[in-house]
């Protein structure tokens, strides 16, 4: 921040719940801001000329935020990011604040954006 810039409420809010988190959740709210930070709507001719799954494997040791990144470039076409945010912000909370198994919640990715791909198939016309 530069000097002089006073923080906003959400700011504030935001600065006092990272405050509150173990080192570990930190980095792991620090790694998903970074993700997000790249997101950046898909090029509409890209998505049209090619809209093939880009499939990489999945490394044997993956964590939640690096599978993500690997399902956005995999399903690189998909436009309705608002709506696998909403589903990967919970698959996401459900490792990091309920301790739900990594194997488990990357599954379940990428059921998740299977689906959504499934779902952007189906709207294109034939």
Not at 63 to 78: C, D, E, P, Q, S
Not at 79 to 87: I, K, P, T, Y
Not at 116 to 123: H, L, M, Q, S
Request: proline share 5%; glycine share 4%.
């Amino acid at each position: 921040m530069g000097k002089g810039k006073s923080l906003t409420a959400a700011e504030k809010k935001l600065l006092a719940q990272f405050e509150c988190l173990s080192e570990t959740q930190r980095e792991t709210l620090q790694s998903f801001a970074e993700f997000l930070a790249t997101q950046i709507p898909r090029d509409q001719v890209e998505a049209a000329s090619s809209p093939e799954p880009r499939y990489t494997p999945r490394p044997e040791q993956e964590n939640v935020v690096a599978a993500i990144k690997r399902l956005n470039a995999t399903y690189f076409m998909l436009e309705d990011r608002a709506g696998l945010l909403n589903e990967t912000s919970v698959l996401m909370t459900q490792h990091v604040m309920q301790g739900r198994d990594i194997s488990e919640v990357i599954d379940e990715l990428e059921t998740v954006f299977a689906r959504f791909y499934g779902e952007w198939r189906a709207e294109i016309p034939s």
